[in-house]
């Protein structure tokens, strides 16, 4: 630096001519220099001014006293960019400086010099920079300066300034529109749908506009974008690449980036199509990008949804020769789907005009070229659509492939593309040869009995309507179903209307033909006479796969009145059935209550003499007593469960059973029914012992059945036996063959058919004295199959009978670790528990108190459940741990008293344990018991065993 100054003061010595003006650029460091160089200014100040005037620029000497400038020298460059002519030069010096100033400028230029000089230094010089307005040479209009000002003397409190003056219009003039175009983008995407935003791609500072912050739920300033946007999860994961790229493509100096993503919105993900454009100072110099985010999500919806029905259109037609779109009005051909390769090449690579002429000239005959030609050029398509005929169809006899003429439908569909405005069309040929034939068979074969029949397509829903009156009339139309509808709003009363119309839908006939090869709707049209008529409609297929359907309606009002009067008839006799049932299902009812009530008396006491010592003789007649009313509790189930009878289903309950049970249970029940008749049994045992896992309720009553049945028709001294044959046992598994042989009676070969029919029983001298219900046999093989098993019958009339047995089940033998399920079962201590047991049965009450004071529960009676009810609101929470609650009480039954019982306010009564323990045992008691709020349904008579586990999984 003190090289150029001292190179700067030689120069201003010797006057060198236009050097000098450059010369007041430079910076003064030096004191001493500074006032040397202000003398020499004085000195030479003449010749400085020439220096000056010789400057393209604008350069000015100021004066500065108590806030008042005054102008000693302006250059002629300054005059030239002012546009200043010499006439108006000298009253444009005669104003105060300050005054050629804009009047908003004027204040800020002395408030900027005021500032300067309070830290203003002789040593280390300042300069005043700023833009300011200055009044051009024609008085009127103003031009933006900008100003550089340095003091180069002070002198009695008299400040002499330095200027340059460099034109800044444009530049300003520039950064005044970048300001306005960005506050009216800024406005604009506040109340449009769009999201604005701007950032330093230096920075990666993000600032975001109101909307933005709202819809995005965003701070107004953003670090580290775009960085920070993913973060906050604000661009979808399907989307996040495509944005990256973008964001990239701008960081990496591109002017302008776009892109669509998904982003998420308070309401969701909303598609948004993002445009980035960068914006540059004159200087070439990015300033900052700009964002702008348009919400696109509903023509994303409409461009789906337009392309899908397009794509229908093309795909949807089975028989379709060829299907093309075309766009008409960029005339062009789009997709072409077609199996005819001559079609594919006649449009590819062609206008619209040209294809349609090509195709037009290829397939038609000679009789109907013109006709083609003339109705799907461009220019007919476009009058079409504008009339708002938007789909037509024409048919046409035309050449496919070469081969013989064909008829064929050319059909047209006509739309137009909600992005980009353009009108699309898809125009698809479809073979009806077939159909035509078809048209024909089906005119020349109708039958006068018909009202009309009507050949329609499922798909397209083009279709013909031949009626016998007046004179074969056919109709056709393309909205089958449609027109289906409102014929039948016209002819039908609104009820009658609406049944049929809802009955004749696409999905609804297809559903009905896939069961069946026909499909009817009947309906009733009356007359304004009163007279009533009975209409048949019939659905059925002509081709299936075409998806073709005849339908044909009949009148059946003749069959339809005689049908009516049978079914009076029969509905007569079915109420007098019903009423039958209904006092059948009562009587059964009531026997079950009376039979179960004593024989929960048997099972109850049967149980507690078999816990107290007794003699060995004692204790096996116990025992049998025990697997007899056992046995005879299942018969009652049987034959007294009216849903599992008439429905058939019966519920298997395997579990262990050894074998050594099953032949004392066999033994035990047959050998003392044989001794009575004096039939001798054979029973073949099995030579090891094992345990089968099976339902032994059920095994039993097959054997019980098949061998009373033998005994039953085997005189006196006859033989019945029981083996087993072609058994083995294979992986756990026992396959085995149980043969029920008598030499009794026997059957006949005509009944042997029907022998496993329920209630069916062969009627002949020699066994009507043992007539039975005849259900034993049916009962057999529904549980025989029910286990997987078979059964099979052979009979001859007075030599005997033979039932095989054909059964598999899982098995396990003792010499694995066998346990039951008493020694496997962990005793739950329930000693001291408290138990109300509400019971009207004295005997009822008597064996249940015993059973469970034997486990150790406290037992508290209540005989009826008003009692049980007032035992409940007296007792402190949590006294009772359950509660036994018989149905059928007086004074307030079972069910009423749990209702009651549930609405205590008192959080254990909600929740105590309420077991039914009930001969009402059919499955409608049941879900009356479930309703009242009980836990548990226990049918009596009651087996110890199983309400000893129900109590223990409540009371553990």
Not at 166 to 181: G, I, P, Q, Y
Not at 648 to 655: A, E, M, R, Y
Not at 794 to 806: A, D, I, P, Q
Request: hydrophobic residues 35%; glycine residues 4%; proline residues 3%.
């Amino acid at each position: 630096m003190v090289r150029e100054l001292e190179a700067f003061l030689h120069i201003m010595t010797i006057g060198a001519a236009g050097v000098l003006g450059l010369g007041f650029c430079a910076t003064f460091y030096d004191n001493r220099k500074t006032r040397k160089l202000l003398k020499q200014f004085n000195r030479n100040k003449e010749k400085m001014i020439d220096l000056l005037s010789s400057v393209p620029g604008g350069v000015g000497i100021f004066q500065y006293k108590d806030g008042v400038i005054t102008r000693e020298y302006l250059n002629e460059g300054y005059y030239r960019m002012m546009n200043m002519s010499e006439e108006s030069r000298d009253d444009y010096q005669k104003d105060k400086t300050i005054s050629v100033l804009h009047k908003e400028d004027a204040q800020r230029l002395l408030d900027t010099i005021e500032c300067y000089l309070q830290r203003y230094s002789a040593s280390r010089p300042d300069t005043v920079s700023g833009n300011f307005r200055i009044i051009t040479g024609d008085r009127k209009t103003y031009r933006w300066l900008n100003l550089n000002a340095k003091v180069i003397k002070k002198e009695k409190g008299v400040f002499t300034f330095y200027c340059s003056f460099t034109d800044v219009e444009d530049e300003m003039n520039a950064k005044r529109e970048l300001m306005e175009s960005e506050a009216t983008l800024q406005v604009a995407t506040e109340i449009s749908n769009m999201i604005y935003w701007e950032y330093n791609p230096e920075t990666n500072i993000a600032k975001m506009s109101e909307k933005a912050r709202q819809e995005l739920h965003v701070p107004v300033m953003m670090m580290d974008y775009p960085k920070s946007w993913l973060e906050q999860g604000i661009i979808h994961s399907d989307s996040i690449k495509i944005f990256q790229e973008m964001t990239d493509k701008i960081k990496e100096g591109a002017e302008y980036a776009e892109c669509e993503i998904k982003t998420l919105h308070e309401d969701g993900y909303h598609w948004e199509q993002i445009r980035c454009q960068s914006i540059y100072a004159p200087s070439k110099k990015r300033i900052k990008v700009i964002g702008i985010a348009i919400d696109i999500t509903e023509q994303k919806r409409a461009e789906d949804r337009y392309n899908r029905y397009m794509d229908s259109l093309m795909r949807t037609n089975p028989k379709a020769i060829g299907a093309i779109r075309l766009n008409l009005t960029k005339n062009w051909c789009g997709e072409c789907y077609s199996s005819n390769e001559r079609l594919i090449y006649l449009h590819q690579n062609r206008t619209v005009d040209d294809f349609i002429q090509n195709i037009c000239y290829v397939t038609g005959t000679k009789e109907n070229k013109q006709d083609l030609l003339e109705t799907f050029n461009r220019e007919s398509l476009f009058k079409e659509f504008y009339d708002g005929n938007n789909n037509f169809s024409k048919e046409y006899c035309c050449k496919i492939g070469g081969r013989s003429p064909q008829w064929i439908n050319i059909s047209v569909n006509m739309g137009r593309n909600p992005v980009n405005g353009d009108i699309e069309a898809i125009i698809y040929c479809t073979n009806i040869n077939d159909d035509k034939i078809a048209e024909s068979i089906i005119k020349d074969s109708i039958e006068h009995d018909y009202d009309y029949m009507i050949y329609f397509d499922m798909i397209t829903e083009e279709y013909y309507v031949y009626t016998s009156y007046p004179q074969d009339m056919v109709v056709s139309g393309t909205k089958f179903f449609t027109t289906a509808v409102e014929q039948a709003k016209k002819i039908l009363p609104e009820p009658e209307a609406e049944k049929v119309y809802s009955q004749i839908n696409r999905k609804t006939i297809e559903r009905e033909l896939s069961k069946s090869d026909n499909y009817y709707i009947y309906y009733n049209i009356d007359k304004d006479d009163q007279t009533l008529y009975r209409k048949k409609m019939r659905f059925t297929y002509v081709d299936k796969k075409a998806h073709k359907v005849l339908l044909t309606q009949i009148d059946v009002t003749d069959s339809y009145l005689m049908e009516q009067m049978k079914n009076k008839e029969l509905t007569a006799a079915l109420d007098a059935a019903e009423k039958a049932n209904n006092a059948k299902s009562e009587f059964l009812s009531r026997m079950s209550h009376d039979m179960r009530t004593p024989m929960n008396g048997i099972i109850g006491m049967t149980h507690l003499a078999l816990v107290e010592k007794c003699p060995v003789k004692t204790r096996t007649y116990i025992k049998k007593i025990d697997m007899l009313s056992n046995f005879l509790l299942g018969l009652i189930n049987d034959i007294l469960d009216m849903s599992k009878i008439e429905s058939g289903k019966i519920k298997l309950n395997p579990q262990p059973y050894t074998l050594s049970e099953f032949n004392e249970y066999i033994l035990a029940i047959i050998e003392p029914i044989c001794k009575v008749k004096n039939i001798t049994f054979n029973y073949k045992k099995i030579a090891i012992d094992f345990i089968a896992i099976i339902d032994k309720l059920r095994i039993n009553q097959i054997f019980f059945n098949l061998l009373s049945n033998a005994i039953k028709f085997t005189p006196n001294g006859g033989e019945v036996s029981l083996t087993y044959e072609n058994s083995f046992i294979v992986d756990h598994l026992l396959t085995v063959d149980c043969v029920v042989r008598d030499n009794g009676i026997g059957m006949s070969k005509e009944f042997l058919e029907h022998a496993f029919e329920p209630f069916t029983q062969e009627v002949s001298d020699s066994k009507t004295q043992n007539m039975g219900s005849g259900l034993g046999l049916s009962i057999v093989k529904e549980l025989v199959e029910l286990m997987g098993g078979t059964i099979e019958c052979t009979s001859e009339l007075g030599k005997g009978t033979e039932f095989r047995v054909h059964l598999q089940c899982k098995i396990s033998t003792y010499e694995e670790e066998f346990k039951t399920k008493e020694e496997v079962k962990k005793e739950i201590s329930m000693k001291g528990k408290r138990i109300l047991l509400c019971e009207d049965n004295e005997i009822n009450t008597e064996i249940a108190t015993l059973l469970l004071e034997q486990k150790g529960l406290i037992v508290e009676h209540a005989t009826n459940g008003a009692i049980g009810v007032d035992r409940m609101k007296a007792a402190p929470a949590n006294y009772y741990s359950a509660i036994l609650m018989d149905i059928s009480m007086p004074v307030m039954n079972g069910l009423d008293a749990t209702k009651q019982i549930r609405a205590l306010k008192r959080e254990d009564c909600k929740k105590i344990p309420i077991i039914a323990m009930t001969a009402n045992a059919f499955k409608e008691d049941q879900e009356m018991c479930k309703q009242a709020g009980m836990d548990e349904h226990l049918a009596k008579p009651i087996e110890p065993d199983k309400l000893f586990d129900i109590l223990e999984s409540y009371l553990s």
